[in-house]
């Protein structure tokens, strides 16, 4: 099936290059001609991020050669990385009609549009209308390799990866998105001691619970050992069986003393703070502890489940019992973790549900199929998979949206740079249908064909998600507002400046945005009523598109936007052109004032955030998180193998991306630089 997809891409390929190479010499009044130097001036601005151009030249080639299927797809591509993404479906649409409706061509380019039209969220969340269903497995055995044994917890990095608890083998695994083992840890000298559940403090370092050691280590951000919290016994911050780990949002750190029967509490350097679970004489209602398992942490209250109860009881942070949340429906729940939207993931027997806490509704996300379960550990990695630790069946399983096995992946070829041709660079851009990137990829993840074969020397040179430095522009409100808080303005460019690798650009929104020289410049003719946040936008993202693949616009003003802030771009538009850019917005608010819903829109749209400048924390580790944020970019190189005609020829380039069960494609071109 794969070798007929390749022939028909390669066949529309070289019907392609024929039309660009002016293989219409019936043609009296040299239109193809004139149309495909407009297409080569598009090519080419396209790949230098001048997308408005692009469009322009794309438009004026259709005016030579109507309905050419290749310009159309062109056409569209501009339209989406200008953020007109209805413009861009009825291009793509266009190409489609004027194409061979079965064609491996008309396939990819309908599936785009039907992933674009469909797309509603950012960050990893979950549809309550969507089926969870495996899409592969971390086994722990390979044929007669074994890899690990009864895995009782996971937990995702940012890279993709993912820490495995293997209470059979003493050890934490990490393996890749390919399943390939990249690390073992086992402990001290004298090793873990049935390692059980895996947590992380928010300074990056990891707990490990040792059920028989009865004791929590504690390990770097790497995974190297470095000290002991408590000991085996009966007092204080002492454990008989520890489990479930949690730290919460103030970094205190919450273990399952299950042979205790009961909750303890720690501060981050391991000091015993409290314990919980016993039946008091104040709470009546609470039972006490029959087999504590799962824990979990969010706004202030610990949730607990109860794996002989059936239940999942809720305490605040002192320990003290606020009621029973789920108290029917259970099998038999012990892993439980928070989505980022606040809702909790629960491991309960061989299924995986979905709790609204607020509502208390129980939904199940989906189940896993094998003879041999008992699901253990449940998270949500960076690709918005589900892993569930199953202990029985000794492998981690891998759980996707239906929705999204059957759209797979959705791969655009960003840019394309010849200039040392033959050697080409290529960047890719790799993430789900709902726009979240697929982070963790490498070499054997991909594939890149020139005419359906193939590629010379392939290497892959880097991913984004890789990156240690973020860069931003900054956009400055200069509202009749703002003029009075210059001083709260001044304080925030400080603060957002220090906080990330680089400012590219500083851009005054006023009147006619302009950009700056220095974040000290502070003229009085700035400030205006009639002040633009879309061209300023607009232009301070642009500036950030040759950028890192970290990057943002910080906003810096009042929150309220005005009257003309969408007088030139709409605020889909605008959000659009972000995200499909890879740009996230964040929006800094210095007065005491609300901010805007639009304001909001965009930060959810591209994953930033609405920070008000003096809350207690400050601005600086919400902007510094930048770079921690995932990025589905990739660069890869090959050698061409195409002949030029002089630089004439318009040389194709495809990419296939596999993972798992998974796949994608897309396809592109470029002109060669003239020899």
Known sequence: MKSCFRFTVAVFFICASAWTQDITSNNPDLNARYAREEFRIGVQAFNRFAFNEAILSFERALSFTPAE????????????????????VRAWRSAVVGSDPFSAEAMLTNNRVEIVQSRRNYLPVVDDSVHYVESGRYPGRVEQQTLYRQPTAVLPREDGSVWIVAYGSNELVRIDVNGIVRQRQRGPINGFDRPYDITQGLD???????????RV????????????IGSKGLGDGQFVGPQNLVVDEDGYLYVVDYGNRRVSKFGPDGDFVLSFGKRAKDSPNFPGFVSPTGIAARNGRVYVADNIAKRIYTFNQNGEFLGVLIETGLMGP????????????????????????????IRELGSVGNARVRLTGVEMNRNGEILVANFQASEVSILTRLDDMASGLFVQIERVVSSAFPTITVEVS?????????????????VLNEQGKPVLKQQFLGAGFNATTSDISIL???????????????????????????????????EQPTKLGSAREDNPAFYSARWRFDVGLRLAATDLLPAEKKRAVVFIGSGVLGELAFESYGLS???????????????VIVSSGKADDSLSYLCAETGGEVLSLYRSEGVKPAVGALVSKPSGVYILSYVSQLATDFGNAYLPVEAEVYLMERSGRDKSGYFPSKQ
């Open 573 to 587: 538009e605008l959000a659009a052109y972000l995200a499909n850019n890879g740009i996230m917005f964040y929006a």
């Open 334 to 361: 012990e892993g439980l973790r928070f989505l980022s939207d606040g809702r909790l993931l629960v491991a309960d027997g061989n299924r995986v549900l979905l709790i609204d806490v607020d509502s208390t509704v």
């Open 476 to 510: 400055v409100e200069r509202s009749e507002a703002t003029r009075s808080l210059t001083e709260d303005i001044g304080t925030a460019l400080n603060d957002v400046s220090a906080s990330v690798g680089r400012v590219v650009s500083l851009v005054s929104a006023g």
């Open 69 to 88: 299927p290749l310009l159309l797809d062109w056409l569209g591509r501009a339209y989406y990385r200008s953020g007109l993404e209805e413009a861009a």
């Open 217 to 228: 280590s504690v390990l770097n951000s790497n995974g190297d050992w470095q000290a002991y």
């Open 430 to 446: 790799v993430q789900d249908k709902l726009r979240r990137p697929i982070v963790g990829l490498d070499q054997r993840n991909f």
């Open 204 to 214: 990056g370092r990891l707990y490990v619970s040792e059920y028989r050691g009865s």
